[in-house]
């Protein structure tokens, strides 16, 4: 395990095992409490239902896939859902090491290298560099990733993160609100692929309840990278937001005990989907992407 801290908070990752989340602990800007806002993995957990992970270099499921062949299929870091149909990239998994780190009492930072395998070696993607970065402050983590190119070509990518979200141990999310800076929703076909932004309406500009409400959906943002997702208790004064994304899909587990929220570059089915919103790095240079998980006051 491996912890990052400010003197009022605190950011506990597994880097050895794919990056996963451990916790996240975040001051209250409105009592200067400590709040425990994610759920954080836990063996013996499956890897993806809890904790956060990278979805990269696609996000959620891609079909047909270009990476299904050797030396990505069949490895241990390719994954299918039910229908076949291939999740989540596949960084999610890898080894990440410390390259930088400084500490502080107000702002603290560290910076993870992942390591690439051995096989993907004389691969396109083997000459994609990707350092995995936290900003961490009282009250606010930034997730960075520097993405390099170190080929003569370009490179298309989509990347998002998967956060499950809670509210200390106390709250199961039927107890929370949702509300955002304004969406379409992108309607999923039978296999969860992307078929249509529908530009018709506009959703999550305003709270909504998640009592009762069981969601597996995926949301445009109106305001590309300045949008945001939000979430609050009506017992509580502070409210989470989550930023950084042009998608976001929501998920709810069925224990109901956590919330997944995850902002990202593009749709799944990026290289397919006419709305997919694919990011490209030119040759031989760096792209940031980031994202930011922030408690406000209410």
Not at 55 to 77: G, I, Q
Not at 227 to 238: A, D, Q, R, V
Not at 277 to 287: F, Q, V, Y
Request: proline content about 7%; charged content about 20%.
């Amino acid at each position: 395990m491996y912890q990052l801290k400010t003197k009022q908070s605190c950011f506990e990752i597994h880097p050895t095992g794919g990056g996963q989340w451990l916790g996240l602990f975040l001051q209250s800007p409105v009592d200067g409490k400590s709040v425990s806002v994610v759920s954080g993995h836990k063996a013996p957990d499956p890897f993806f239902a809890s904790g956060s992970f990278l979805m990269f270099p696609w996000v959620n499921r891609l079909e047909p896939n270009p990476w299904a062949r050797e030396p990505f299929y069949p490895s241990t870091h390719w994954l299918t859902d039910g229908n076949g149909i291939p999740l989540h990239g596949l960084f999610h998994n890898l080894p990440r090491h410390l390259v930088k780190e400084k500490i502080g009492d107000k702002e603290s930072y560290a910076e993870f290298l992942i390591e690439i395998p051995a096989s993907w070696k004389g691969t396109l993607l083997s000459k994609i560099q990707v350092k995995e970065c936290y900003r961490l402050f009282s009250s606010e983590l930034k997730i960075i990733y520097l993405l390099t190119n170190q080929s003569d070509i370009e490179f298309p990518f989509a990347l998002g993160i998967h956060p499950y979200f809670r509210w200390n141990d106390d709250e199961s999310i039927d107890d929370l609100f949702l509300f955002g800076s304004g969406f379409h929703s992108v309607k999923l076909g039978d296999y969860l692929l992307p078929e249509k932004i529908q530009n018709e309406d506009i959703l999550l500009n305003s709270e909504e309840t998640l009592s009762g409400k069981n969601l597996d959906d995926l949301y445009f943002a109106i305001n590309g990278t300045n949008s945001y997702i939000g979430l609050f208790s009506m017992n509580k004064k502070e409210k989470l937001i989550i930023q950084g994304g042009e998608f976001y899909q929501i998920y709810t587990p069925q224990d109901r005990r956590s919330i997944a929220i995850e902002p990202m570059t593009g749709t799944g089915n990026f290289l397919h989907f006419p709305g997919g919103n694919p990011k490209t790095i030119a040759p031989n240079t760096e792209k940031q992407i980031e994202f930011s998980i922030r408690l406000d006051h209410f």
